[in-house]
């Protein structure tokens, strides 16, 4: 968001709300956090908040941040293939052993 956009914003709030001032701090401070948000998505935030509260909004009624894309899904499932394939691995290795005659009657176990 540029400086220009954030006073558009920040005359909206104060004709909406009297009882909000606009000093040069104010805009500076805003300008520090809303540089990275996008305009239009504050925009709609702002008019939906208007709607409802009969308070002017701070910053965090009104943010919208950028989606950072990852690929943690995609790690996610990697990693859980790794599992089962780890987990297949291991249940062919340990395999059962039968229980040999003489211990079947003292053994919770009664199958192999």
Same mark, same amino acid.
């Given at each position: 968001? @540029?400086?220009?956009?954030? $006073?558009?914003?920040? %005359?909206? $709030?104060?004709? %909406?709300?009297?009882?909000? /001032? %606009?000093? !040069?701090?104010?805009? /500076?401070? =805003?300008?520090?956090?809303?540089?990275?948000?996008?305009?239009?998505? #504050?925009?709609?935030? /702002?008019?939906?908040? *208007?709607?409802?509260?009969?308070?002017?909004?701070?910053?965090? !009624? $009104?943010? #919208?941040? &950028?989606?950072?894309?990852? !690929?943690? *899904?995609? @790690? /996610?499932?990697? =990693?859980?293939? *790794?599992?089962?394939?780890?987990? !297949?691995?291991?249940?062919?290795?340990?395999?059962?052993? &039968?229980?040999?005659? =003489?211990?079947?009657?003292?053994?919770?176990?009664?199958?192999?």
């Amino acid at each position: 968001m @540029t400086k220009e956009e954030v $006073i558009n914003l920040l %005359v909206l $709030i104060e004709l %909406v709300y009297s009882n909000f /001032l %606009v000093k !040069d701090e104010t805009v /500076l401070l =805003w300008f520090q956090y809303c540089s990275e948000m996008d305009y239009e998505k #504050v925009m709609t935030k /702002l008019k939906n908040h *208007i709607r409802k509260s009969p308070f002017p909004p701070v910053i965090s !009624d $009104i943010a #919208v941040f &950028p989606f950072e894309e990852n !690929d943690f *899904i995609s @790690t /996610l499932q990697e =990693w859980k293939k *790794i599992e089962r394939e780890r987990i !297949d691995r291991e249940s062919n290795q340990t395999k059962r052993i &039968p229980i040999p005659d =003489w211990l079947i009657e003292y053994s919770k176990r009664q199958s192999v």
